[in-house]
Each structure stands twice: as C-alpha cells, then as structure tokens.
C-alpha cells in the first residue's frame, strides 16, 4: 500500500506543477484577446475617461506579470480574489453555480455508469446478436449528435409534445430534492446519452478482448455459465481500461456541459466561465480553468489508483 | 376603394383589436387603407381597447434574453437587456416613455425650464418612496445623478450629463439642473436606463449597492444572470403595476425562451428567433408584438478617405440597395425602411415628407461616372455578432451593387472585440444602434462635427450650425422644421447608409394584455411590461 500512497503523492505533486502551468497560459491566453475588460463592462456607451477611470479602478494598469503575480500571490494562501466585475469574491461567485454543475454531474453520472457497464457486459455477452447491433448503433447515434441537439429532441417530446417534464431546468433551494430531480432530469437524461456509449463499448472490447485467454477456456470447459464466465472471471480483469474510460467520462460530464446548460437553462458553471471570458473577468476564468484541471488531474488520478487496486499484481509487486 | 372596405373584414379587424392580436399601429394601417379617416380609426380603437380593463393579480414569469453574470446593480454599468428589464422594474426614473412614445411623469410629476433652456426644475412627486419606506427626495435625485458626473464617474452614461453644470437643491422635493448650453431635451435623458434613481447616503454618495428602489416591484430574491423574483411595491407613485408578483427569468437561449413561452413556463418572453417567427405565429395560445422601434442598422463610411470623400460614391453605393429585399430576407419583414438619415419614425420630431430613397442602379452608375470612379471596388467590414444577419446581409448588399457595376467585397471580422478593433476603425463596416430617445441625442452622438463617435467623419456647417440651434430651442414646430432640414442633409451628404431601423418583436401568451399601445423605447413596452400589462381572468 505504501507504493499506491507515494504514487498519490507524486502524481499530486505533478498535479500543482500542471495547475500553476496551466494558469500562466490562461492568464496570458485573457491577454490576448482583443478589447479589455474596462470595455467590455462599459460597453459602446463608454467615453475615454471612463474607461480610464475604470481602469484604473480594477488595478488595469499595472504590466502583465505584475499582475500575475499578485493574482498567484493571493491564489497559493487560498485567496482567489475578486470578480474585476462585479467586486465579489470569485469563491462566492462560482460556489454554488459549481455545487449545481456537481450535482448535475453526479445525478448524470450515478445513470450513465451502471447503465453503461451492464449494457457493456450484456452486449458482450449476446455480441454479433440483433441486441448487440442495435445497442451499438442506438448509443454511437446519441454520441455523435451533437448536446444541444439531443437536449432539443428531448424537449421537443418530454417537454413540448408530452408536458412530462419541464422545458426549464431553474432549481432553487426552496425546492424539495425529489423536485429538483425532476427538474433536472431532462439535461442529466442528455448527458447519459452522450457518455454511455464510449463506457459501454469500452467494457465490451476489453471483456471480449479476454474470452480468447487461455483460462477462460478453461473456465468453460469445465462447465461455468457463459454469464458467469464473463461476470466473475472476465470483467475482474478488465476492469482498468473501464475505470479510465469512466474517469474520463466523468470529467467531461464537469467540464463539458456549458452547452447543455445553456438549452435547459441550468445555472451551472459553464455559463459562469463563458460570462467572464466574454467580460475578460480574468480572476473568475482563471478559478473556473483551474477547477477543470484539477477535476481531470484527480479523475486520472482516481483512475490510476483503481486500477492498481483492481489488479494484484500491480498491489503486490514482487 | 380596395376589396378590404368589406364590412365583413373592418369587422374582423375590430375583433381581432378586441381580442388584442393587432397593435394600435396596425390597426390604424388596415383601418385607413381600408378607407376610414384616422380620427374615425382612432375613435374605433379607443372604444375596442376601452374594453380591456386591467385586472389586478397574478404573478407575470418574464422570459428575457441577454443575462450575464457579471451584471449588478451599479446603474453606471447597467448594460445587458436582462438587467435594463430590471432597472425599469424596480427602480424608478425622473421622467419616462409612455405607451403613445411621449414623454411623461415617472418621479418628476412635472419639469419647466428657462426659455433659454439652460435650467431645469424638475418636481419630484411626493408619494414616491423607496422600498425601504423612505420617501424620494432632492437629495436621493442629487446623489443618483452625481455617480455619473465627475472625473472620476466610471459610468457609461458620463457623456450623457456631461453638459451638466451643476444639479441644485431648491427644496426637499425640487431641483434644478444647470446647464453650461441650453437642451430643450434635458427631460428626455433623464428615461435613459443609466439613469436610476437610488437612494443616497449620508455623504451624498449614491447607495446602490443595496438594489433599493423606487420602481413598481421590490426584489425579494435576484441572481444576476439567472433571474430575479420581486413582489408590488404597495404605494407605488404611478397608476399600474397590476400583478401582484414578478419573476423575470433570464433565457438566453432563443429556443429556450420560446419553447417556455410554448409549454407555458413562462407568460411572456423578449427578442423572438426571426426565423422561426412565422412557425410561432400558428399558435392559437401565442400572441406577438411586432413594434417599430429607433433601433438602426447603419453602414458609416470614412468621408475623409477615398473613395468615401466623393459625395457623389456615397449617393452611389447608398443608391445601390434594395432596402426592401433586405427587410423581406434578413429581418423577416420586422423592420422599417430607413431613408439614410438616422431618425426613425419612433422618435420625436420625425419628418414624414422626405422621399424615400429607391434601389436605383442606373442612376449609381451615373454617379460614379460622373465621378470617374467606375467600377469602384470598396470593402465592407461586418460580423455575425452585429445582429443576426449582419453577413447575410452585406452579402446580399454586394449581390444588388453589381448592377450598378460596384465590387462590394464582404470582410468578415471576428465577433470578438467588434467595437474596440473594427468600428471607427475600418473605413467601412457594419453597425447597430440601440434605440435613442431624441433626434439631437442620436445626432450628436454620432454625426456632430467634434463627437468622439462621429462614425462616418462627417463634416456638414450647415448641419452642425442647425445641431447646435435645435438643441436649445423650445418652440416643437421650429424645431421640427430645423430636424427636417437636417435630415435632408444626412440623407444627401451624409456617410452613413442606414438600411433599415429594427423592429422589437416579442411574444407574449393570450392571457397577457395590454392597451396595444407599446412605448418603442425597449422591447416589451419600454421595458415596463411588469407595471403596464395584466392577466385576463
């Protein structure tokens, strides 16, 4: 165990080496783009004064790296600053839109992984079969349509044409949880379908990629179901390439929502992010960046360490 | 005589204006092209309209587009379409845009000025108060108008006031504005959405910080960007605010806006998809207002670089556009014809008898002969971010100057940063105009000699001497006069070729009315829908 502890401590570590590389080339990445926040908050309506007064207002005039530096300065003792916008702190700022855009995720994410992985081990259980074709053909469908036209279909018949739920997916803390599920079921219904099938075929490749071993031959010669072959003696072994392809699909369900929020107008973090690049709000860019880094750096993190665990001869090196 | 002087189809139109599926402007159209006077027409509307009574109770669920996050309540930054619905809301204005698009009372129950209309004193109204229970005072108006005056005002409305000398207090309930040179539209600013009045504190600063108000509603909750739920302010100064509760819900997304309109999540919505307008009128369950506002697309051209320094190119390329396919193609027949002087018949002091400039090719290539400059090749800067449409339409401008032997070379700009690296930048691009309330606003704004806007670098004495009279005169007739000839001036030296002025569309469900009088200043009703509509029971 004290191998997987100083793997976790290692890959941590790499880990703040990405973040801190990773919010250089966002700070400079805001630089670049053309106009600057003193103008984008004014809008057309502003004077020349104005903007210099504002910008000096938000500390504007100071060069690049100065200003960097004082944003890292502030961001190591846990102090993200304050939205140059609105003056909040970006921690109040993005909070409970992340909490939303984590509820939404894991409500997506508690769905699409059983459902992936039992349809996985199903399909790979019945493959070349009419079920296995269709189960294929459906999944690979919903992930090449784009999300917001999937979330569009799904209005048009859960919303529109059957009223079964709503078009709007507006949650409140007033709302009771079931309510709030109810609310949010049709953009989680989205993002299932748009991850399952990378699950799904990934748990079918792997197992049939190992009923050609030897000692699953044995296993059926000496008389095991054909179920129970693939469930107990298959898909223990496979399990690391699914556990990557999970890790993998859950970052995305974080970080690749902005749009689905959009059409079901969920107040997720997405649409923060895109607020404040439109507004060059740099310190609450920089905060939603750096929150999507880290998910993908502790989701293959997470990833690497249960496929370790799952496999004993990486548990127990000689 | 047309075939629709039918009784039959007068009354269809009666029914349909009691039912309120036609605006007033509308209705007087057909009713004269139907061969009635408009005092007749406009009698027959009083008596259809009368009938709608406004009833008291319900709460409205608003659907408005252009919510960002970043939004506050600081008046001075107030920007996105979300937060001027709220504005108009919940806080209050000196002076307002009524439903006939005159000026009237909000704050102020009355104003006057010295005949050279240097001072003005404005009254404020004495049962108006603030949430909080404090009344509206002098010093509140004082305090609200100095966060956007000074050097160091970070307000994009500074310009606005920037004329303003001082601002005095003449009792608890009377100022004076000072002015360095005469306005005669000093009243008309104040409805600008910057404007609001807050309360003030102690140390004359402006307290805006709190979302205090004086407007129709009180917020009870609000999350910039996502929505806000407010409730009557019982002892609101003004006649209205009929439903008993408000909730504005920002839908950025159109379909998401219209498919809540559709399912009836929400009772009305702003800013309607053009495309899909025709598809949304079938609804039984849906109305539309459809209303001609002061917004302009404009096209201003350098007039001191050539080829743009020949007037007779710039009557040239102004001459080779067919307004009216780009009005049928692009905006879907919501949009007024422009005549190339910005000053749309939304507005004020509008003059009715100026002939409206054809789609001419021929007389464009006589032009450019006459100054040498056949087969003129110009280019035209524009992006999607403009308004929906900008490209299509430019390539279509392109496509009808052909005709005229122009090489239009469309130039598709990045929509980021349009209006810091392209306009006033480029000799020629593409821009939209929010509405403005008065001809001299919009004028100097953009078309006076010195403006730091003047997109078209345009230089006209004659223009600039009547600019500076009509401002400071009080008599309407002359100054109409004086505005007329100015438009004449824009129209045949000008730079700017101005296509179209946009119409405000928006939909509401039928359980919505209204008078089918719209103010032209916002979309739904000048952004007062909240204490102008009600729910038919």
């Not at chain 2, 019982?234 to 997304?253: I, K, M, R, S």
């Not at chain 2, 399912?263 to 459809?290: F, H």
């Not at chain 2, 290539?365 to 280019?379: C, I, R, Y």
Request: proline share 5%; net charge negative.
């Amino acid at each position: 165990m004290n191998d997987v502890l100083s793997i976790i401590v290692k890959r941590l570590g790499l880990g703040l080496v990405t973040l801190l590389i990773i919010s250089i080339l966002i700070f400079f990445a805001v630089e670049l783009l053309p106009g600057d926040i003193a103008q984008a908050v004014l809008g057309m309506g502003a004077t020349e004064e104005n903007l210099a007064a504002l910008r000096e207002r938000m500390g504007l005039n100071d060069p690049a790296p100065v200003r960097y530096l004082d944003w890292l300065a502030g961001a190591v003792t846990g102090d993200f600053g304050v939205s140059l916008v609105t003056g909040e702190s970006v921690a109040s700022r993005i909070g409970p839109r992340f909490v939303n855009t984590l509820f939404l995720a894991s409500y997506a994410a508690v769905i699409a992984v059983p459902v992936a992985i039992i349809l996985g081990v199903i399909v790979a259980l019945l493959r070349e079969s009419i079920f296995d074709r269709v189960a294929n053909v459906v999944t690979l469908t919903f992930i090449s349509s784009p999300e917001f036209f999937l979330g569009y279909i799904l209005i048009l018949y859960f919303a529109v044409q059957t009223g079964w739920f709503p078009s709007l997916a507006r949650i409140d803390d007033g709302m009771s949880f079931l309510e709030v599920l109810e609310r949010t079921f049709l953009p989680a219904l989205t993002m299932v379908l748009v991850v399952t099938a990378h699950m799904m075929r990934m748990t079918r490749a792997s197992i049939i990629n190992l009923l050609a071993s030897p000692y699953i031959e044995m296993a059926r010669l000496k008389g095991v179901p054909a179920w129970k072959v693939i469930v107990k003696h298959a898909l223990p072994n496979a399990w690391a390439p699914i556990i990557n392809v999970v890790a993998l699909n859950l970052a995305y369900l974080i970080t690749g929502v902005v749009l689905v929020e959009v059409v079901f107008v969920y107040p997720g973090i997405g649409q923060t992010l895109v607020d404040a690049v439109s507004k060059r709000d740099f310190p609450v860019v920089q905060a939603c960046c750096l929150i999507f880094a880290a998910t993908f750096i502790l989701l293959n993190l997470a990833a690497d360490i249960g496929a370790i665990l799952t496999n004993p001869r990486l548990r127990h090196p000689k | 005589m047309t075939k629709s002087t039918t009784p039959e189809s007068m009354e269809r139109l009666v029914e349909a204006a009691k039912r309120g599926r036609v605006s007033r402007r509308a209705f007087m159209n057909y009713a004269m092209a139907a061969g009635i006077t408009s005092t007749t027409a406009s009698g027959l509307w009083t008596t259809t309209a009368a009938q709608a009574a406004p009833q008291k109770g319900g709460t409205f669920r608003l659907g408005t587009h252009d919510g960002n996050t970043s939004d506050s309540h600081d008046p001075g930054t107030y920007l996105s379409f979300s937060i001027i619905q709220l504005a108009h809301t919940y806080r209050s204005y000196l002076t307002l845009i009524t439903p006939e698009n005159d000026l009237g009372p909000d704050i102020a129950e009355s104003w006057e000025a010295t005949p050279d209309a240097k001072n003005w004193t404005f009254k404020i109204n004495k049962n108006a108060s603030f949430h909080s229970g404090k009344p509206v005072t002098a010093d509140d108006v004082i305090a609200s108008m100095n966060l956007h005056r000074g050097e160091d005002s970070t307000s994009a409305a500074t310009a606005l006031l920037k004329d303003v000398d001082d601002i005095v207090k003449d009792d608890e309930h009377t100022v004076t504005f000072k002015l360095a040179s005469g306005n005669a539209d000093l009243p008309w600013l104040m409805t600008d959405y910057h404007l609001a009045i807050v309360p003030g504190n102690e140390d004359g600063s402006a307290n805006w910080q709190s979302g205090d108000g004086s407007g129709p509603y009180k917020i009870v909750d609000n999350q910039f960007g996502v929505g806000a739920q407010l409730v009557r302010h019982e002892g609101w100064h003004l006649e209205g605010a009929y439903f008993d509760a408000v909730e504005l819900v920002v839908l950025n997304d159109p379909n998401a806006r219209q498919t809540a309109l559709v399912t009836g999540d929400v009772d009305a919505v702003t800013q309607l998809e053009l495309k899909t307008l025709s598809l949304l009128q079938r609804s039984p369950d849906i109305e539309i207002d459809n209303v001609p506002s002061a917004a302009a697309i404009t096209m201003p051209m350098f007039c001191d670089q050539a080829p743009f320094d020949n007037v007779d190119v710039r009557n040239a390329l102004k001459l080779s556009l067919n307004r009216q396919e780009i009005i049928d193609k692009i905006a879907f027949g919501t949009a007024t014809m422009a005549n190339d002087f910005h000053h749309s018949p939304a507005m004020p002091y509008w003059p009715d008898d100026i002939e409206q400039r054809p789609y001419d090719p021929d007389q464009a290539k006589s032009l450019l002969k006459k100054a040498g400059a056949e087969g003129l090749s110009v280019s035209l800067s524009t992006a999607d971010s403009v308004f929906s449409g900008a490209v299509d339409m430019c390539v279509l401008y392109a496509e009808h100057a052909k005709a005229a032997g122009i090489d239009i070379k469309v130039q598709r700009e990045p929509n980021d940063g349009y209006y810091s690296d392209v306009w006033l930048k480029k000799p020629w691009c593409t821009v939209q105009w929010g509405a403005r309330p008065t001809p001299d606003v919009m004028y100097s704004l953009a078309y006076k000699d010195d403006a730091a806007w003047n997109e078209s670098h345009w230089q006209n004495e004659r223009f600039n001497v009547l600019l500076r009279q009509a401002k400071s005169e009080l008599d309407q007739d002359k100054r109409a006069e004086m505005y007329r000839e100015m438009a004449i001036l824009a129209k045949d030296d000008g730079g700017t070729v101005i296509p179209m002025f946009t119409n405000f569309v928006y939909a509401r469900r039928s359980n919505v009315k209204h008078t089918g009088k719209l103010a032209a200043s916002w979309q739904c009703d000048g952004a007062r829908a909240c204490s102008r509509w009600w729910f038919e029971s």
